[in-house]
């Protein structure tokens, strides 16, 4: 069986929609496996290759990357959201023809997910260097407690009459392609095959509860100002289905004289004329809190000292360095004395 969406469908590079929905329909039809020389695998395989080709971005993605580039969208296999709902000008419903495959088609928990939620929250520079947990508080629906989401009052169910609890009904349905039996999602129980014995007080049976839960964020250590954090499954709940994420964009607020490249932070210290002269011991201030550097003599402006581990923390036992910028301040007022003392070291050549 060819590789290629094109040759797949039978239609030249560069062919319209319609044409390709018209090549479409007619492999579908030849292929579809109630028919009497019907091929799953051949009607996989241009449902697949309509599936890219019938989406612009897709087909975009797909005639410069190839394959790969068009399953690089993020479309794990491929991607029958899309499908039934107009999107290709269909008169019936993908959904349901597909959904025989079971898992195939129209799988449960692709459409049945929670939404996403996207927070911001801002951090010191200080915390991006140690790392930090931050707690928010969501107003969002979490699944019900008291039920575990079963929607079940002490989570007693029972099995469900309309689909003899294998949660699927079949029908037969006429179709342009003939008789077709689909399995569908029953709607009683929504696909678990069980529904409560009684509904759960507390959430009515629906599986999930409004309400404002506290969420412990782990900010790693290291991370830079517009990175994105993303937990899975922290987004809303919904009943019977998989939660969405929690998506976390993190800003970090700059803090003067301080910044990180990587796993080394940057910081600047003054010092005097003498001091860069003569060399010293000098205490300045890090985010380590004190600590003493031993400026060496004949310091120029602008020199870099290496203080090893006080930089970005990596492990427990590592970090990385912290570089202390020199900057020479020199007095824009002196003294008698001190100006008699430059004087007299002028004359000695200085
Ligand atoms: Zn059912
Ligand atoms: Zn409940």
Redo the contacts with the bound molecule.
């Keep these: 069986m060819s590789d290629d969406y094109y040759e797949l469908l039978g239609v030249e590079r560069g062919a319209g929609k319609d044409e390709i929905k018209k090549a479409f329909r007619k492999k579908a039809q030849q292929y579809h496996p109630d028919k009497p020389d019907g091929d799953e695998a051949k009607f996989k395989a241009v449902n697949e290759a309509y599936s890219v080709l019938s989406d612009e971005k897709k087909k975009q993605q797909y005639d410069t990357f190839g394959k790969a580039g068009a399953a690089g969208g993020g479309f794990g296999g491929f991607d029958f959201s899309g499908f039934g709902n107009g999107a290709g000008g269909f008169e019936f419903d993908l959904g349901d023809i597909f959904s025989q495959f079971g898992g195939f088609g129209g799988s449960r928990s692709r459409a049945h997910r929670g939404s996403n939620i996207s927070v911001q929250i801002e951090i010191s520079f200080r915390d991006s260097v140690f790392g930090v947990e931050k707690d928010i508080e969501l107003d969002k629906n979490n699944v019900c407690t008291e039920c575990d989401g079963t929607g079940a009052h002490k989570k007693k169910t029972k099995t469900?009459h309309?689909?003899d609890g294998s949660?699927q009904v079949t029908m037969i349905q006429q179709t342009i392609m003939g008789q077709v039996r689909t399995n569908r999602i029953?709607q009683?129980?929504d696909g678990r095959?069980e529904v409560p014995e009684e509904n759960c007080h507390t959430c009515n049976g629906s599986g999930v509860v409004q309400g404002r839960e506290k969420i412990t964020i782990k900010i790693p250590a290291g991370i830079e100002d517009g990175q994105q954090l993303r937990l899975q499954g922290r987004g809303e709940a919904i009943a019977s289905g998989q939660p969405g994420d929690l998506y976390i964009l993190v800003r970090v607020i700059p803090e003067s004289g301080y910044h990180k490249e990587g796993r080394d932070v940057y910081m600047t210290a003054k010092i005097s004329p003498t001091e860069a002269l003569l060399g010293s011991k000098k205490m300045i201030e890090t985010l380590d809190g004190s600590v003493t550097i031993k400026i060496p003599a004949g310091s120029e402006h602008g020199k870099q000292l290496r203080i090893k581990d006080k930089g970005v923390v990596i492990t427990e036992n590592k970090r990385g360095d912290l570089y202390v910028q020199l900057l020479i301040e020199i007095p824009s007022k002196l003294t008698k004395e001190q100006k008699k003392i430059l004087e007299q070291l002028r004359n000695a050549g200085l």
């Design positions: 469900c309309e689909c949660g029953c009683i129980c095959g």
